[in-house]
DNA sequence: GGCTTACCTTTCGG
DNA sequence: ACCGAAAGGTAAG
């Protein structure tokens, strides 16, 4: 299906691709924290760069609609359809992996039932990395302002939309120059200026961007033993790009709100005072054992209920969460 | 092995 | 307004 100026604004031809929103929600995967650098160009269109290219996405009931700038590469087709449906992983019928999930856990039905639609992007590996080193001990917002400057820095400038320039995020040789960290460092990246160099300098000595992206294929154990001898990523990040880049489904990363949540609302019992290694695995091994072969998924369900929990207003905060008696714990307050 | 502490910088809540 | 604490952690002791 193509039409001329469609749904919206731009002009260009856009394409559709069938998809209800019990599979996607757009707005909610694209802010849900797993990617960060598509906003929200003019309300309910998203724009963004994928697959070296700069997109426009826009959500009907039934389809998802897109377009393209830039044409490099010529128009929209049967090609670019399936670089869609690659990232945002459509063969993967996420309605009834909701239902699995709520059939086995009552709390996931509760909270689910305010987040339709969140599926995990298939994302770029390269990409996936250096946005997830960035992400330790940091806010959201300052993630994604650091990843824009970034790819302003680094990467390849594409083209402009509404007198936005978007560039692409940086090849790995870009980051291995003698004075990345002294210029990621002049970017505002802290410590981690040290973190994606090196790890960047790593990879192009060791397996390189295609040996990466070849860890799709490898068993999660191995992904996460590679990716962990990268400076600056310990378990949280493997598992962030093992799930959101790596294929593997089974992956729980566990951040701080993961970890409160096993606690207070799952009731786990983590002697630890601190996230630990020991206390990760368990946490893993919890919710896959509830949540099966794609926990990963729920998880990423969990954290997008949990982060908008942050967004409403204070009156209304923790109901879904709330299991209606038993359980007193109160989040604290931020 | 688990627990502390330091680490850059920004944002947020008091 | 000003200040401390926390932020999708990691590495070193």
């Given at each position: 299906m193509r039409l001329r100026a469609a749904p919206g604004s731009q002009p260009g031809l856009w394409r559709a691709l069938p998809c209800p929103q019990a599979e996607l929600r757009l707005e909610l995967v694209l802010r849900s924290g797993q990617a960060f650098r598509w906003r929200e160009s003019s309300p309910g269109a998203w724009s963004g760069v994928l697959a070296g290219r700069v997109w426009t996405l826009r959500q009907e009931r039934e389809r998802l609609w897109y377009t393209l700038y830039g044409d490099g590469d010529g128009a929209p087709g049967a090609d670019t359809d399936q670089i869609l449906r690659?990232?945002?992983?459509?063969?993967?019928?996420?309605?009834?992996?909701y239902r699995a999930w709520g059939d086995a856990d009552p709390l996931f039905r509760q909270v689910a039932r305010d987040c339709p639609g969140v599926r995990v992007l298939r994302q770029d590996p390269v990409e996936c990395l250096f946005s997830f080193i960035c992400t330790s001990n940091n806010h959201i917002s300052r993630i994604t302002a650091m990843i824009e400057r970034l790819c302003q820095a680094f990467g390849r400038r594409l083209c402009c939309l509404d007198a936005q320039p978007f560039h692409a995020f940086p090849s790995l040789s870009a980051l291995t120059g003698a004075d990345a960290e002294a210029r990621l460092r002049a970017l505002g990246f802290g410590y981690r200026a040290k973190f994606v160099s090196g790890s960047a300098r790593a990879l192009a000595e060791g397996i390189g961007a295609e040996g990466l992206c070849g860890l799709r294929a490898a068993p999660y154990a191995e992904a996460r033993r590679v990716l962990c001898a990268l400076p600056g990523v310990g378990t949280k990040v493997a598992d962030c790009v093992c799930l959101m880049a790596l294929d593997k489904a089974e992956a729980v990363p566990v951040d701080t709100h993961i970890w409160r949540i096993?606690?207070?609302?799952?009731?786990?019992?983590?002697?630890?005072?601190?996230?630990?290694?020991?206390?990760?695995?368990?946490?893993?091994?919890?919710?896959?054992?509830?949540?099966?072969?794609?926990?990963?998924?729920a998880q990423a369900v969990l954290f997008c209920a949990d982060l908008r929990k942050g967004q409403e207003p204070a009156g209304s905060r923790d109901q879904a969460w709330e299991s209606r008696g038993r359980d007193s714990c109160r989040d604290k307050p931020r």
């Open positions: 690659d990232y945002f992983q459509l063969d993967v019928g996420l309605r009834e992996l096993a606690r207070q609302r799952y009731g786990m019992a983590l002697g630890g005072k601190s996230l630990t290694p020991r206390a990760h695995q368990e946490i893993g091994d919890f919710f896959r054992g509830l949540w099966g072969p794609r926990a990963g998924w």
